[in-house]
């Protein structure tokens, strides 16, 4: 099985801030690698797909990198409405999702 | 506007059986790949379940492999998630969502509690 590892767990930053989460596959996934975010009682949302192309309709603050076994997520300018937390998603063999990276707002 | 809603959730004691449901619509849902994935409460994302477009490929995670079974009615445009021999740890919200690799949409869940 292929484990996937974020970090951090929990982060706090304040608006404008640049947000950076890391994911790494505990073996080479090349770049089958999705992030999703959840806001509080909602569904996850698809964000960036294989690990670096931005969804349609999501805003371009948003965006991923990487490749192999080491990604990383990142947010331009934090905003208020990007409360939520976040999880990548292998899909190299089967289905794995990170353990999540909870984002506040300091 | 491309819509899932998952229904059968529900309280169930220790070792018993509910089967969810997942309407589609929006979509040509014969199209599609479907998977079920599932939160406990406070916890992360677990992915449960997949099958195929046509319903001849499925794949389970270890966590329900010989517990659950998933199939589809392309012409009901449903999905389904059958649960035996349910335990305290399959307590949790169960999502349906499109795709094979990328999921999206999801629906809103439906939350199974196992408990007696």
């Known amino acids: 099985d292929i484990q996937m590892t974020q970090s951090p767990s929990s982060l706090s930053a304040s608006v404008g801030d640049r947000v950076t989460i890391t994911c790494q596959a505990s073996?080479?996934?090349?770049?089958?690698l999705n992030w999703y975010q959840q806001k509080p009682g909602k569904a996850p949302k698809l964000l960036i797909y294989?690990?670096?192309n931005l969804e349609t309709g999501v805003p371009s603050r948003f965006s991923g990198s990487g490749s192999g076994t080491d990604f990383t997520f990142t947010i331009s300018s934090l905003q208020p409405e990007d409360i939520a937390t976040y999880y990548c998603?292998?899909?190299?063999?089967?289905?794995?999702f990170g353990q999540g990276t909870r984002l506040e707002i300091k | 506007e491309v819509q899932l809603v998952e229904s059968g959730g529900g309280l169930v004691q220790p070792g018993g059986s509910l089967r969810l449901s997942c309407a589609a619509s929006?979509?040509?849902?014969?199209?599609?790949?479907m998977n079920w994935v599932r939160q406990a409460p406070g916890k992360g994302l677990e992915w449960v379940s997949y099958?195929?477009?046509?319903?001849?490929?499925?794949y389970y995670a270890d966590s329900v492999k010989g517990r659950f079974t998933i199939s589809r009615d392309n012409a009901k445009n449903s999905l389904y998630l059958q649960m035996n021999s349910l335990r305290a740890e399959d307590t949790a919200v169960y999502y349906c969502?499109?795709?094979?690799?990328?999921?999206?949409?999801w629906g809103q869940g439906t939350l199974v509690t196992v408990s007696s």
């Open positions: 969502a499109r795709g094979e690799h990328s999921f999206d949409p």
């Open positions: 929006g979509f040509t849902f014969s199209s599609y790949e």
């Open positions: 099958i195929s477009s046509s319903g001849s490929t499925i």
């Open positions: 073996q080479d996934i090349s770049n089958y």
């Open positions: 294989d690990a670096s």
């Open positions: 998603q292998q899909y190299d063999n089967l289905i794995t």
